[in-house]
């Protein structure tokens, strides 16, 4: 059995995949992302991993983020503990705590910080909860760890929104023509995009000091005493 790795975009799987770790990219669409997950077989582990917008305003675009649980309407769903503290010793993540898993993107700074008062989460993506309901069926240890992209002060341009194919990959001729229409958008547009490249590079980095499993200790091997 390998990994699964749940993720939104192409370009997060591309960093992200390897012999012993498969990627389910989800595009940003929950059916879709559902349907892929609904026909996976038996996993080792599932993670989410992946590019986040910030809801706690002391994060920044590059920072990780580590769960100790991922939130949604759906429910609350715990990490694994071992699997949790292995992550954030390596990572050595600026938050560590509670990612909220939603089915829309936030764009502007008041939805992050009403989402903030909401839930009390560091970040916020499409896929956590998601990923973790398919841990959950398959009997699964579950993790989270996502990149900061977008700080939860940032107002993000409309155009981010029709930014993505449904297989994840950058929708660009959606993306030009939002941007025909209304020009302003081009300065943030600009600066989005400076700050998901930083966002990439620190998951590239990040994917590398995990090594090939992605962090995941021997889970089946009991702590010695040594009391």
Same mark, same amino acid.
């Given at each position: #059995?390998?990994?699964?790795? *749940? ?33 996976? !077989? ?23 983020? *580590? ?5 949604? +309407? ?22 560590? !705590? ?6 829309? #993107?936030?764009?502007? $700074? ?6 903030? $008062? ?7 993506? #499409? ?32 155009? *981010?929104? *029709?930014?993505?194919?449904? +297989?994840?990959? #950058? ?5 030009? $023509? ?20 930083? $966002? ?24 010695? +005493?040594?009391?």
């Amino acid at each position: #059995m390998s990994l699964l790795a *749940v993720c939104g975009l192409q370009r997060e799987a591309a960093l992200i995949a390897s012999p012993e770790v498969t990627a389910a990219v989800g595009g940003g669409g929950r059916a879709r992302l559902e349907s892929i997950l609904s026909q996976v !077989g038996p996993a080792e582990a599932v993670i989410s991993i992946g590019l986040a917008g910030a809801l706690d305003p002391t994060l920044s675009p590059g920072d990780w983020v *580590v769960a100790s649980e991922v939130v949604g +309407d759906g429910g609350t769903w715990p990490t694994d503990p071992r699997w949790t503290e292995a992550l954030a010793a390596r990572l050595t993540p600026r938050g560590l !705590g509670r990612i909220l898993g939603g089915d829309a #993107m936030l764009l502007g $700074a008041a939805e992050k910080q009403t989402a903030r $008062a909401r839930w009390n989460a560091l970040s916020v993506d #499409m896929e956590s909860h998601l990923a973790a309901r398919a841990a959950a069926r398959l009997g699964a240890p579950f993790a989270a760890i996502r990149v900061i992209s977008d700080g939860a002060q940032r107002n993000l341009p409309a155009a *981010v929104r *029709v930014g993505l194919k449904p +297989d994840g990959t #950058m929708a660009l001729g959606a993306i030009l $023509a939002t941007l025909a229409r209304d020009p302003r958008q081009l300065p943030g547009l600009i600066r989005t995009g400076r700050e998901a490249g930083r $966002a990439f590079q620190a998951l590239g980095d990040g994917r590398r000091l995990l090594g090939p499993r992605i962090g995941l200790p021997d889970l089946g091997q009991l702590p010695l +005493d040594v009391a």
